[in-house]
């Protein structure tokens, strides 16, 4: 490469600038070797001529490198591009983090941004530091993987300028810590290492000129991990500034503690303090500052703190009670005696004093002797020197600053003693937030110690650097170079070696004459030959060091007495007899304390320095113990991986995105980022894998090159061509390395490739466009002659046709006059011929009338004969229609009749309507009404009805006789035809009459009954219209609480996350309740499955007595398939043996029997309950003996006496049997007075403790609302709401069990009367002097229904872990829930309702500790989410909601709930189901979550594309893990799963829905916090991958469930990506798109829009501005959200649908191994 062509017309260079320092410009005329000036071009179009020294200006980096996220990954390094870069991102892009190498540069904002969330850190979590934007989240994780992956410590190191953001950074950092490592069980340990922190600033930060809340020492926290887990942390402080309690500048503060205690003042517990303003004390009104924070809020912040770090309330107290001494201290006024200042006095009755003296607990007489004067101790004699007032008042300050600075040491260890962990730790990550180099006018000790640990931490970078590149080169087999950086070593000799600037330090300060000056004059004759040591210009005690970042000036006063840190021994020995024991704790130890930063710049008199000789031999000087707790640092940090973040601050200002390059650039100097940038462009900067060189650069390539299968074999052939000095790269094992400015002349190369490409594309495409412009005009010019020449063919026929129209009409007439002519000569001859043939017909026809008139009287004759036989004939057929249409008529009224009660049926069946309907809406009232006037109108139309049908009889009757009468006329008139025809056709026409009336009559009838149909029809249509309306209007009331219950169901949904995340407190209850109950309660094996259950103790046998004796036929049935064991019987005592069975044996013996039987099992059901009642109180109470007892021993038969048969019963042994059921019946008796007695005693106790609970829970509410308006902390309300919750829950067992109680009570009762009645009954069967009556019979229990399976409640266990605890799904998944509710429908059976919820409470118990166990198997979730919906819907079903019946058989309809409320089942259920539900969401998204951002965005669906995006210096284009398709196939497995499973299809929308909308919210939330995946590339990349997976939807036929819509801001996204971005038309297209986007998540993606390079310009600000104020008033009320909150959960609906499956068709199979369930 030729020396002159990078500097060619139309190159870029970088040239000084005294405002910018560095300014853009362009090259106008090519340079030439041996040129002296360059002709220039600036940015605003000025031109320049500049003038060449020694080197040529820095080039500028290709478009495309600017604002990379990587320093180092730009061509050019040097001083102007790394600014420009950063000013770049930082204005432009908002990126307030950039990386350079292995240093984090942070920018500090001076803004809130949205940047910290919750979100962001699990979006940077698991990812690689090259994956994401940088952030310090990326940096933290970085450090946080590798030690979780190689076990090793890890360091951040955090530096800057006050005002940078250090402090920030760090708390952004142990937040990030303390989320990912954090503990899911126990978070205290999270929390204190995050309450550490506003401990730590307010006592150790205060506000300066340049930050509000500045860091006046420097800390090392240390985070101790276990396993990956936080376990413990660990604070080191370094070079508190004690100086500023005693000395503010102007517009500054003292340390915010003090601050916080006078905003306090007020406070009950703070009275005795004496506190005021803080301007009322000296020590903190010297800086006159305002405050700008509420510092009252920061103390009970701070409070707060310390609570949670377990120091005590009195502590505390006692530790507020020592500042509030020392800012009395401060104001204690000190006066001298004369002018010469020989001795001082402090004024008596100073106020100040005694409230110091009273805080602390020490003699005022003795403080005010030793603040005055000092005693001197000689070889003989001891004697007090007085102190001049200047030398008092820095006596005063001096022990003000030893007294805070003991504090600060002792909260520190307090801090470090809360935050040890007992466990240990294994791994540790430190941060460290430590001071930068700082360079005032005037720099002191404090700067200098500040200075010089800026230089071992910049050795310490040089070497980490240096070690990284040489690791790198050495990997990849690349000759190694030795690179030449700055080594600082020899500066850190001067400060710290043999006879160094703090070794001569020391030395003077242990001479008893030593000053300043002679000091100065030691480092003058040792180190003035240093290259590093140079002496000012000005005669003053000053020296000047060259540090890495520039030369500093020092003066020399005070540095020998703020070394020696000299503090009165006798003050400080009064403070150690103080009464305050926390102030003895504090100078118990006055050994190595933490090294103070700053102290008073005044020094004390000689005779106290000699007065104290042993204190200098056994006390460190200052420097001294910074040396060496430096010295442990670096050896700290030396074991660790460090990783930096360089602090930068903007402006001085604090102006939001404001950037001074002038103060950028002195940082960037100082913190060592240059110094970085140029080590990296000394060897070999830009290295890139070969596959990406191949994929980026494929376009440079030949043929031959582009045919080789081995890249790296390509790459070389390409390098050796394309660069010919082979100085310029170096090939490695797997990358290829560039010298600096290789890249940008590649870019250049491939930028010019391109566009020839580009130019080449344009020629052919305006060659076909202007071809098919020429066709198009051609086939134009065609079209218009074609149209011609048809316009003159028309016109040519046109003509012709006139001319043969013309010769056509001309035929035509003369044609007419021809027809004319010929028709006038036919018509005469025609008319001739008429009259011809007119005369001639004359003639026939009168020779035809004649022989006609000869037949007419022919045919009269013969006529009349026939007519008269016709007469005859024809009144015979009249008559045979009379009595033919007589016959119809009657049938026609019987039709009329029918249809009239047809009509009245029809009524009926609508009132019947309107009394169902009237039902419907539970107006029994009504109903009664009606059916009683319905009644009373069908008797009235019955009636009627009776009286027509026996008119009609009577008619017929009549008619029968007159068609009798008719034939016997007939046959007179047959013999008497002649003679009476006359009379008997009169007699006929008054029949017919009469006919004739009787017709009408009916007609009128029929007419009648017509009109009564139609008023019927009438009134059935209205009130049809009317049922219509109240239909119309239960249905807007049905909509409307549609809406209410879809409302109600959002809210329950989303408390049922919240009952989720209490059910582990609640189930470790539950197991510890259970596990006591076992080991007290003599349960069987089969029932600790179910062991907690709130009704497990109520019996399947102890059902409410019912009026009908149902419950009696219950018990018989339940004795019948539930036989009692067999008991042997001794003999009888007359000596009859009593046979074993029951056969013969006396029906009032077998319900006596049968009735004892019960009584022994409820009174044993009651004992247990007794039992677990007492147990339930705590105290055991021994429990007396019970007569019944005598019952459950000896056999009942025995003691009566009736085991013998009838037959050979005598009379005495009925009197015997008598005798002992008298006897019976008085011991039960007086058993059930005593029980009803026990009972009520025990009802009062239970009363007693729920009015004891009551009380307690109106404490614990009063309690509550102490803490909630004490307390803010959201932990102890949720512990709070926990606490509740359980109470109420132990309320509603003590009222279930009272209510059992009550029950059984009433059960007694209800024995007892059916025992007395049965007394009564053998008392009058055995009456003496008759014979035994016949035993009545027991109505014996109709047969029960069927479709259920009876059971008992010991096997309740046995049950639960077959179907559930065991079940292996199989070709019925759906089979448990069937199972269940066959359960369920035996206890409504059997009216026992709390074994129906005994069963449903252990079933819902068991499937949440399967899911438990497996939470993270989709197949178990699914396989229970649809056993769930399915009990769920079999309740709704078979329950008594009347709209879910619609769809059931006559058969289902049978087996429906008869007794049992399934309301409380059902909301149960529906509440487990929400859960699995939500269960089933996570368990899917633990799957997709891995495959999203690979298969969204980096899988490159479309070819080529990823090659017009450069790799960066970390981020590498590698083989995504997962696929499109892959994620595709992941969705559909889930469908089929839930398919394979019978869930119903809406649940998969819903579910489908909410996985689509994680995967939009990832990939937007990914696309976001990455700059380089915002390109028009990748935007068509992912509407590729949007418009793929719509495309998978239109093929499952999901169109419709709603999941497109969760797609719409990624497709938004996209196009927004693809838009234009230049013009306001522009913006405004923007805005109209962007509709589901927030305009912060626009603005974004706006910001970090990366155009292509050569063929794009980047968004201007002004249209970004312009975006969002369009947004920003289109979205006025729309809440600002930057990343999408993925863990949102929309609310389920779970849908009815009705079961198909006959109950009693179900299949149980034996490999569930139920044989104890009875199918009945």
């Known amino acids: 490469m030729a020396a002159g062509q990078p500097y060619g017309q139309g190159a870029r260079v970088w040239i000084p600038d005294c405002v910018h320092v560095w300014r853009a410009a362009e090259i106008t005329k090519g340079y030439e070797e041996g040129d002296s000036v360059l002709h220039l071009r600036l940015e605003d179009g000025s031109p320049l001529v500049y003038s060449l020294g020694s080197q040529l ?19 050019h390094l040097h001083e102007p591009a790394v600014l420009h870069s950063l000013r770049v991102r930082f204005l432009e892009a908002n990126a307030i983090y950039t990386y350079c190498g292995i240093v984090l540069v942070a920018i500090n904002p001076y803004k809130t941004l949205p940047i910290y969330e919750e979100e962001v850190i699990y979006a940077y979590s698991g990812r690689e530091m090259g994956d994401m934007d940088p952030h310090i989240f990326a940096l933290a994780e970085e450090a946080y993987r590798q030690m979780a992956r190689f ?86 402080t370094y070079l508190l500034e004690k100086s500023r309690v005693t000395f503010q500048a102007k517009a500054e503060r003292n340390y915010h503690i003090f601050y916080q205690l006078c905003a306090s003042a007020a406070l009950p517990e703070l009275q005795g303090l004496h506190l005021r303003g803080a301007e009322t004390f000296y020590y903190t009104q010297q800086g006159r500052c305002s405050a700008g924070t509420d510092d009252a809020s920061d103390l009970d912040s701070t409070r707060n703190a310390f609570s949670l770090l377990g120091v005590p309330e009195a502590d505390q107290l ?86 805070y600075g003991q504090v600060f040491r002792w909260m520190t260890s307090r801090v470090n003693r809360a935050l040890r962990s007992p466990e240990g730790q294994h791994t540790s990550i430190g941060i460290l937030d430590i001071y930068g180099f700082e360079m005032f006018d005037l720099n002191s000790f404090e700067q200098f110690c500040i200075n010089y640990a800026n230089e071992k931490l910049q050795q310490l970078f040089n070497l980490h650097v240096f070690k990284l ?92 007495e703020k070394n020696r840190d000299t503090i009165p021994e006798e003050l400080v020995g009064l403070l150690r007899a103080s009464k305050s024991v926390l102030l003895t704790e504090l100078f118990l130890e006055d050994g190595d304390g933490p090294a103070s930063r700053r102290s008073s710049g005044s020094r004390s008199s000689r005779p106290s320095r000699r007065s104290m000789p042993g204190t200098h031999k056994s006390k460190k000087s200052i420097s001294s113990q910074f040396k060496s707790s430096l010295q442990r640092l670096m050896e700290t940090l030396g074991s660790t991986t460090p990783h930096y973040v360089r602090c930068i601050k903007p402006n001085d200002s604090k102006l939001p995105f404001v950037f001074d390059s002038r103060r950028a650039v002195e940082q960037l100097r100082a913190c060592g980022v240059l110094e970085t940038i140029r080590i990296s462009a000394a060897g070999y900067p830009s290295r890139w894998t070969y596959q990406e060189f191949f994929e980026r650069y494929r376009a440079l390539l030949s043929r031959e090159e582009l045919a080789g299968n081995d890249a790296k074999q390509s790459c070389s052939l390409a390098l050796e061509r394309l660069l010919q000095d082979p100085s310029m790269y170096r090939c490695g094992k797997s990358k290829v390395f560039f010298r600096a400015g290789q890249v940008a002349f590649l870019e250049e190369l491939r930028c010019c490739r391109l566009r020839a490409a580009c130019t080449l594309l344009q020629s052919n495409l305006r060659g076909w466009l202007a071809r098919r412009r020429f066709g198009r005009i051609r086939a134009a010019a065609v079209c218009l002659q074609r149209y011609s020449r048809g316009m003159l063919a028309r016109r040519l026929t046109a003509e012709l046709r006139r001319s043969r129209a013309a010769v056509v009409l001309q035929k035509n007439v003369r044609m007419v006059l021809a027809r004319r002519s010929y028709l006038r000569v036919c018509r005469a001859a025609l008319t001739i011929q008429a009259f011809s043939r007119g005369m001639f017909a004359r003639r026939l026809y009168h020779q035809m009338v004649q022989h006609q008139k000869a037949v007419v009287l022919q045919a009269a004759v013969r006529g009349w004969l026939v007519r008269q036989h016709y007469v005859r004939l024809r009144r015979a057929v009249l008559y045979l229609q009379c009595c033919y249409r007589r016959l119809r008529a009657r049938r026609e009224l019987q039709r009329l009749r029918a249809e009239a009660r047809s009509v009245e049926h029809y009524k009926q069946l609508h009132k019947g309507m309107e009394i169902k309907v009237m039902q419907l809406q539970r107006r029994l009232d009504e109903q009664a009404e009606e059916k009683q006037r319905l009644a009373e109108q069908l008797s009235a139309l019955n009636t009627a009805h009776a009286e027509e049908v026996q008119q009609l009889r009577e008619e017929m009757r009549w008619l029968r006789e007159d068609a009798a009468h008719d034939a016997q006329v007939q046959r007179l008139q047959e013999r008497l035809a002649e003679l009476e025809r006359h009379s008997a056709e009169s007699r006929l026409a008054q029949e017919v009459e009469e006919l004739r009336q009787r017709l009408a009559e009916v007609e009128a009838v029929k007419l009648h009954l017509g009109k009564e149909r139609d008023a019927l029809i009438q009134r059935t249509l209205e009130q049809s219209q009317d049922l219509e309306e109240q239909h119309q209007r239960a249905a807007r009331e049905s909509r409307e609480l549609q809406q209410e219950l879809e409302e109600e169901r959002a809210r329950y949904q989303s408390l049922v996350q919240e009952y989720a995340r209490l059910e582990q407190g609640y189930e470790n209850l539950r197991d510890e309740l259970a596990f006591h109950r076992q080991s007290t309660l003599r349960r069987s094996p089969s029932s600790e499955s179910f062991l907690g259950s709130e009704s497990s103790y109520v019996s399947s046998m102890s059902t409410a007595p019912s009026r009908d004796g149902s419950d ?58 007794r039992e677990e009642l007492r147990r339930s109180k705590a105290p055991a109470e021994h429990e007396e003996k019970k007569p019944l007892d005598f019952l459950k021993r000896k056999n009942i038969a025995e003691m009566l006496g009736l085991g013998r048969s009838p037959e050979k019963a005598a009379g005495e042994d009925l009197k015997h049997a008598y005798d002992a059921v008298q006897v019976a019946n008085k011991l039960l008796v007086s058993q ?75 059960q007694l009762r209800a024995y007892t009367k059916q025992i007395q009645e049965f007394t009564a009954m053998k008392k009058e069967a055995t009456t003496p002097g008759q014979e035994p009556a016949a035993s009545p019979v027991l109505p014996s229990p109709s047969g029960p229904p069927q479709a259920m399976l009876a059971w008992r409640l010991e096997d309740e266990g046995r049950i639960i872990k077959a179907i559930i605890t065991d079940y292996r799904p199989g070709a019925m998944p759906e089979l448990p829930a069937y199972i269940l509710f066959l359960c369920i429908r035996h206890a409504d059976h059997c009216r026992d309702e709390p074994r129906a919820h005994s069963l449903l409470d252990a079933a819902i118990n068991a499937i949440k500790r399967v899911m438990k166990k497996h939470s993270d198997d989709f197949d178990v979730v699914a396989l229970w989410l649809a056993n769930a919906c399915r009990l769920l819907n079999c309740l709704r079903q078979y329950g008594r909601d009347e709209s879910c019946h619609q769809g059931n058989t006559a058969e289902q309809n049978e087996h429906r709930l008869r007794n049992l409320d399934p309301q409380g089942l059902c909301h149960s259920l529906g509440a487990l189901a929400v859960q699995l539900y939500q269960q089933l969401v996570r368990t899917a998204e633990k799957r997709l979550k891995p495959m999203i951002v690979a298969a969204m965005l980096e899988s490159e669906t479309i070819q080529g594309l990823s090659s017009s995006c450069p790799p960066t210096h970390r981020r590498t284009l590698t083989t995504p893990a997962h696929t499109l398709p892959e994620l595709l ?131 201007s600000p002004a249209l970004i501005s312009s975006v969002e104020k369009r947004l920003q008033e289109q979205q006025e009320k729309s809440p600002g959200q930057l990343l999408v909150d993925t863990s949102h959960l929309f609310p389920v609906q779970l849908p009815f649908i009705p079961s198909l499956l006959q109950l009693d068709q179900l299949c149980i199979p034996d490999s569930l191994d139920l044989p104890f369930l009875v199918r009945l």
């Not at 064991?1125 to 029997?1153: C, I, R, W």
Request: aromatic share 6%.
């Open 57 to 75: 200006p820095p080039l500028c980096n290709p478009e495309c490198l600017s604002g990379k996220d990587d320093l180092v990954a730009l061509s």
């Open 469 to 560: 590149e040489q690791e790198e080169y050495m990997a990849e087999e690349i000759p190694w170079v030795f690179i030449d950086f700055y080594d600082n070593q020899p500066c850190i000799e001067l400060i710290e070696g043999r006879l160094g600037i703090l070794d001569l330090l020391n030395e003077e300060c242990k001479m008893p004459q030593g000053s300043d000056g002679s000091w100065a004059q030691k480092l003058y004759q040792t180190h003035l030959g240093s290259s590093h040591f140079q002496k000012p210009k000005r005669p003053t005690d000053a020296f000047i060091v060259c540090h890495f970042a520039g030369k500093v000036e020092y003066q020399c006063d005070g540095f020998v």
């Open 1232 to 1306: 059930l007075q005593e029980e009803k007695q026990h009972h009520e005693e025990e009802v009062e106790g239970l009363h007693l403790d729920i009015r004891s609970l009551k009380q307690l829970s109106q404490q614990q509410a009063a309690f509550i609302q102490d803490l909630q308006r004490h307390q803010g902390q959201e932990g102890l309300q949720h512990h709070v709401v926990r606490l509740k919750e359980e109470n109420w829950e132990l309320s509603q067992k003590l009222e279930k069990q009272e209510r059992t109680t009550v029950k059984l009570q009433k």
């Open 1112 to 1169: 009696l036929q219950a018990e018989g049935l339940e004795e019948r398939w539930q036989p009692p064991p067999e008991v042997p019987q001794p003999p009888h005592p007359m000596g009859d043996p009593v046979p074993n069975s029951t056969v013969g044996q006396d029906p009032f013996e077998k319900a006596y029997l049968l009735l004892l039987g019960q009584l022994n099992a409820v009174t044993e059901e009651l004992a247990r309950t």
């Open 151 to 236: 076990g090793r410590n890890q360091s951040l190191i955090i530096s800057g300028e006050s005002g940078a953001g250090k402090t920030a950074s760090a708390k952004y950092a142990m937040r990030y810590f303390t989320t990912v490592g954090g503990d899911l069980g126990d978070s205290s340990m999270e929390e204190k290492v995050l309450a550490s922190s506003p401990l730590m600033e307010a006592f150790g930060n205060a506000k300066t000129t340049r930050n509000d809340n500045s860091s006046r020492f420097g800390k090392y926290i240390e985070i101790g991990f276990s396993h990956a887990r936080v376990m413990g942390a660990t604070i080191k």
């Open 318 to 403: 006692e530790l507020f009670a020592i500042l509030a001494a020392i800012l009395h201290l401060g104001n204690v006024t000190i006066r001298g005696r004369d002018r010469h200042g020989d001795g001082c006095f402090v004024e008596s009755n100073s106020e100040a004093l005694g409230l110091f003296c009273a805080l602390l607990g020490i003699e005022e007489v003795q403080v005010t002797r030793w603040l005055c004067h000092r005693k001197l101790v000689t070889a003989g004699e001891t004697y007090m020197k007085p102190l001049s007032r200047q030398q008092a008042l820095d006596c005063r300050d001096a022990l003000a600053k030893h007294m």
């Open 1529 to 1659: 196939q992941q969705l559909g497995s889930f469908q089929q799963t839930l398919e394979l499973y019978g869930l119903s299809p809406a649940v998969w929308h819903q579910l489908l829905r909410q996985l689509l909308f994680l995967i939009s919210g990832t990939t937007l939330n990914y696309l976001l916090l990455r700059k380089d995946a915002c390109s028009w590339s990748r935007g068509i990349q992912l509407r590729y991958n949007v418009s793929q997976v719509e495309q998978w939807l239109r093929a499952q036929r999901l169109q419709q469930s709603g999941a497109r819509e969760m797609l719409e801001p990624l497709v938004q996204a996209a196009q927004l990506l693809q838009v234009k971005k230049v013009t306001e038309e522009d913006a405004a297209a923007i805005c109209s798109l962007c509709t589901v986007l927030t305009p912060q998540q626009v603005v974004k993606i706006l910001r970090a829009y990366t155009p292509t390079a050569g063929l794009e310009e980047r968004v």
